[in-house]
């Protein structure tokens, strides 16, 4: 293929975005509320249609609901159910796998969400079509090329037709056998953490009931789990495949072979399972990429990190990446931001995947070690905790605060403002500047809402920077502070 010369004919846009898995769909979304032009391609003809991903973390509920989906999330989905495990001596236990938790102060979504990821990613993709964006499906990034003003990328679709698309920046959002990832000579560094591989599927059955997840623990890490989905009558199946088995090949994935599965390690027969939605096979691994941006080309979700499914981060971790870039991509072309704010993806974003996968890891082996009930672990994996405060954008002036303080690089939590809540004024793609027990000085800055608060109880007093993506970035109590953060982010 010659595709020399074809520069002046090349259709543009200003972020190319691969891959509409979860990823994609949460960049495509904030970038549309932000009017960027982006264009967000699909390999697939449709949206991924398994359950895989399906618990949707406390963190990830709060930029569901700054991207306006939470209500349609709450309402398609429901609360992890109780763990009903069945143990080779016949006994019977029923555990939760989070400790179940109250709504607490700052905290509107205390617990994780269970939502089937086919359902997560249709309910994005409504909103992205709502906000005017639009998936091209069919369509794959083959190849591409970059210099120093933009990303040249060829793209085929399935009848073989190629066309060139020239970009500001791309994302590789396309998975963990990323495309970008492989073109941009990305390596990864990790390991398999488990040498069987899982069998998964989506299934009707009868003869159980839809209360419980159930699991059937026959040795140690060898458990056939049945999980009902929530606002479907669909079970998810996931079992690991070992039996005279070196963990090399493909397993067999046929309806069949589910059914067997399932006759063999349950009680339940062959004949329960009446219908088998969609199937597939994985085997853990835990890698993650040496680096997340090349020039103008950025990788996000599975394309950079690899996780265990223990602890349910895959899926939150992508969501967090497309939003953490996102309104920095927005701030750069529309707000005059220095192309230097994007390296702080990069800075942000890898050290949290690599916690993650160090947590995700050990989640895995505790599973395989048969004390999964003791595994209390909604503080580490609700995302909640996560902050940049090592980051360049965080920039903290004030000394001598209390240990428990506020600072520059946290999530803000929700609080009382004079009758109103913290987050009913952050969400939308603005950043906000909280003058407490002070003037707010003059500035003008689109993209940038600005507020005064006698004082409310969970600032001290001084100015506050609130990022789009609510982490608290600048905290002083000098207001000659403020326009070398607003230079940083862009104020034009
Ligand atoms: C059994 C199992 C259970 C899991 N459970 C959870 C869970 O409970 N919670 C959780 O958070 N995560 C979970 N995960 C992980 C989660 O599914 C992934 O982390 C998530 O799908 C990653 O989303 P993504 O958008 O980054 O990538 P993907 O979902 O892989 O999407 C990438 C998209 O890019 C497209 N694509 C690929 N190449 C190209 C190309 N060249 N051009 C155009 N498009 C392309 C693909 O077709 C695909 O649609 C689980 C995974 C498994 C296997």
Redesign the pocket.
Known sequence: MDFSDARNEDETCEVLV????????TLGCDLARRGVRALV????DA??PGS??????PR?QEVFDDLGVIDAVRAAGGPLPRVLSRLPDATRKVWDLVAPAPARAGVPYPVGWMLP?WRTQEILHARLRELGGEVEFG????SLTQDQCSVRAV?TRADGSTRTVRADYLVG????????RAALGVTMTGKTLDRRS?L?ADVRLTGLDRGNWHMWTRAPGDTLSLCPLPGTDHFAL?VPIDEGRTGEGPVDTSPQAVRAVIAARTSLPAEAVLEVLWT?D?RPRAALADRFRVGRAFL????AH??S?AG???????VQDAYNLGWKLGRVLRHGAPPTLLDSYQAERRPVAADVLELSSRLHHSYRGRRPAVVRRAAQTSQLEIGYPDSPLSVETRHDLPEDALRAGHRVPDTALAGRRLFDLLRGPHATLLAVGRPAPEVRAPGLLVREFAQPALFEPGLFLIRPDGYLGLATRDPAQLPAYLALIGRD
């Open positions: 691969v891959g509409a898995g979860a990823t994609g769909l391609i699909e390999r697939s949206l991924f895989r991903g399906r618990g949707v973390q990830t990821q369509t794959a990034l083959f793209l959002a396309d998975g963990g056998r990323s495309t970008v899982s998964v996931s597939s994985y996000a979700g599975d394309a690899i996780h499914p349910g981060q895959g899926l939150n971790t992508g």
